[in-house]
């Protein structure tokens, strides 16, 4: 998460902002039409799977982070919203 994290910081000091839900996390590796001054690709490879072989989610503006953005894992069961999620966020 913290790789993808840092990939999204790079996107938004050339662009300005942080990918759309459209754009999602492939705008990392792939140049979105809506990015202009877009000068990635900010991740070396295509973007990670999680440690269970399962996309990364991810969410902008966040529920979590109103001001950014959220990306979590589905954790080991594979379902979203469940304690087992591991996200950019903390849960107080």
């Known amino acids: ?13 050339d662009v300005g902002r942080y990918p759309n839900d459209a754009e999602g996390l492939r705008a990392l590796t792939d140049r ?20 269970w072989s399962r996309p990364y989610q991810y969410e902008c503006p966040g529920r979590y982070n109103p001001d950014s953005y959220d990306v979590w894992s589905l954790g080991p069961d594979g379902q ?13």
């Not at 998460?1 to 000091?13: N, P």
């Not at 979105?32 to 440690?51: C, F, I, Q, R």
């Not at 979203?80 to 107080?92: A, K, M």
């Open 1 to 13: 998460i913290a790789e993808i994290e840092q990939s999204l910081d790079l996107f938004k000091l």
């Open 32 to 51: 979105p039409a809506t990015a202009p001054g877009w000068n990635g690709p900010y991740l070396k490879t295509e973007v990670p799977l999680d440690p």
């Open 80 to 92: 979203n919203g469940t304690n087992d999620d591991i996200g950019n966020w903390t849960v107080q």
